[in-house]
């Protein structure tokens, strides 16, 4: 399946788009998967440099994972600061606690006002959260952590050598 839409200045990304690779993952921060793939990613990222631009959307499986849709909520409330990405690798690496109580601490460690974080977690970036999911769903998605490597899905393994071998061999083909 290929990605719907194309990652965009729309999104949340690390790199620019223009790189040789576009890795979009679609994420969900209480996913022990997605955070087995965290550590990986970051790797990756580190190793390929400007090669490399990484795209993170919003997959919350709220019915499995009860912190998932807050979580992101927050994420999005950091981003409208200009922090997204401090409050996503918060939220992988505090995994483990991600109820309400800690995400106010969180915010709070970001600078960010409690009334930012209450605004979120009424509701206030659903429709940007719905958004990713949306597309997550049009682009075949239907779990987490789903990759996608220029535009189309990635269902290999995800181990970092295995990873890096492939966005690798792309960038040399290219």
């Not at 994420?27 to 400007?50: F, Q, S, T």
């Not at 939220?91 to 800690?102: K, P, V």
């Not at 409690?114 to 605004?119: N, V």
């Amino acid at each position: 399946m290929s990605l719907a839409p194309a990652a965009g200045e729309h999104d949340h990304h690390q790199g620019a788009l223009g790189a040789p690779i576009v890795l979009v993952e679609y994420g969900d921060y209480e996913c022990v998967y997605c955070g087995e793939m965290y550590p990986v990613i970051r790797a990756l990222r580190n190793a390929m440099g400007h090669r490399l631009c990484f795209v993170f959307r919003n997959f919350p499986l709220g019915e499995v994972h009860p912190h998932a849709v807050h979580a992101a909520e927050v994420a999005e409330a950091a981003g409208a600061r200009g922090k997204f990405w401090a409050m996503h690798d918060m939220l992988f690496e505090n995994q483990d606690a991600l109820d309400d109580e800690s995400l106010y601490g969180y915010g709070s460690q970001l600078g960010l006002a409690q009334d930012d974080i209450s605004l979120a977690l009424a509701g206030q970036y659903s429709p940007r959260i719905h958004k990713d999911f949306l597309s997550g769903v049009h682009s075949g998605v239907n779990g987490t952590p789903t990759l996608f490597i220029n535009g189309e899905r990635y269902d290999g393994a995800r181990d970092l050598d295995t990873l890096y071998e492939v966005l690798t061999a792309m960038d040399d083909g290219l």
